[in-house]
């Protein structure tokens, strides 16, 4: 497999079908992926402080809540009607319907659990600017590029499910402050994930159907890979490193 730049392919990659297409994403997944980030080490290995896993659940929770207003954006990418029917349960997932929890409101449990207040949470207003950035770059993502490259950019999905497992049980195990009713958000995914990452895997590649559009489809998975590894470097740096940025969130354990 070619060597990766910090924002795509190289040029001499291997995409002449969608076999070779799926195995370069994969590729990217088992070497860009966050999950080998330093901080989901310690994160995962009780080597944080309840300070630090606060502020890990603060400022992801301002992506959770994003991901819903990232998929209406998507799904106004569609004229056809059938895409946009099968992306929907996507924003029910993390909104929930009348009765039914959502997403965003299992996060909430997470850093309520956690001791946060959740008019705080919700504010963003202790958040990383790191992790504003890119959340939003996200955003622009699937507004500004093709509709192949938005749902392209969801192909994360397919290596979340093994890192769910190890976050549940790395956490139960280490944190007394952590419980089984908290992390149902993680719980969740692992049947939602699978699933939404095989419609956009066959989506991708059924419709990139030219080398160009296969790299597309590859260079935008590089860049949400980009999009998820920043925030644990800002976090990283903020709350390990203890460079706190003016404005945000400074817990009592810091």
Not at 55 to 74: E, F, H, M
Not at 151 to 165: Q, V, Y
Not at 196 to 208: E, I, R, S
Not at 213 to 228: G, Q, S
């Amino acid at each position: 497999m070619n060597a990766l730049t910090a924002f795509s392919l190289v040029s001499t990659t291997p995409l002449d079908s969608a076999e070779q297409l799926e195995a370069t994403l994969r590729h990217i997944g088992a070497t860009r992926y966050h999950s080998l980030h330093p901080f989901h080490a310690l994160l995962h290995g009780g080597k944080l402080n309840k300070g630090q896993v606060q502020a890990w659940a603060l400022n992801r929770y301002y992506y959770q809540s994003t991901i819903p207003i990232k998929d209406a954006v998507v799904i106004s990418r569609f004229r056809d009607r059938a895409i946009r029917m099968e992306w929907r349960h996507r924003i029910e997932d993390h909104d929930g319907e009348p009765g039914s929890e959502g997403g965003i409101e299992r996060w909430l449990k997470l850093t309520e659990g956690l001791g946060l207040d959740s008019a705080y949470v919700e504010s963003g207003e202790g958040i990383l600017p790191a992790t504003r950035f890119a959340v939003d770059a996200y955003v622009h993502f699937v507004r500004d590029k093709t509709p192949l490259e938005a749902i392209a950019s969801s192909l994360t999905e397919l290596f979340a499910p093994n890192l769910h497992e190890e976050r549940i049980a790395g956490m139960l195990k280490h944190y007394d402050f952590v419980n089984p009713d908290i992390m149902s958000y993680f719980s969740r995914r692992l049947t939602q994930a699978p699933r939404d990452a095989n419609f956009a895997l066959d989506y991708v590649k059924k419709h990139a159907s030219t080398p160009a559009e296969r790299a597309a489809v590859c260079n935008a998975l590089i860049f949400k890979t980009n999009v998820l590894w920043v925030q644990l470097d800002a976090l990283h740096h903020a709350y390990v490193n203890g460079h706190v940025p003016p404005g945000a969130f400074v817990p009592a354990a810091c």
